[in-house]
């Protein structure tokens, strides 16, 4: 589900960032070079990056150090990814942690 993002990157105004393109639930999107996934994410406009498995409540990134581990995702078919702590790379594949 994706939702107007309050998440904003600081970028000098005279410096225009390379993108990467990444694919979230199969839809594409960019990312700037050197962005977490989780910053990558987020500034997509994506509300959560798994579900609890006790409750079903929505989880997404929270400390964006490693430490909470909320931010996990799957990526090319990797499960349990931390999306705080991989940058994003171009074509990576990218899925709500499912389990």
Known sequence: MKTDSKFQRMVAPERSPQTVEFFWEGKPYTAHVGDTIAAALLAAGVDHTRESPQS????APFCMMGSCFECRVQVNGEHNVQACMNV?????????QTS
Request: one cysteine or more; aromatic letters at 0%.
């Open 88 to 96: 994003i790379e171009d074509g990576m594949l990218i899925c709500r």
């Open 56 to 59: 079903g409540a929505p989880r």
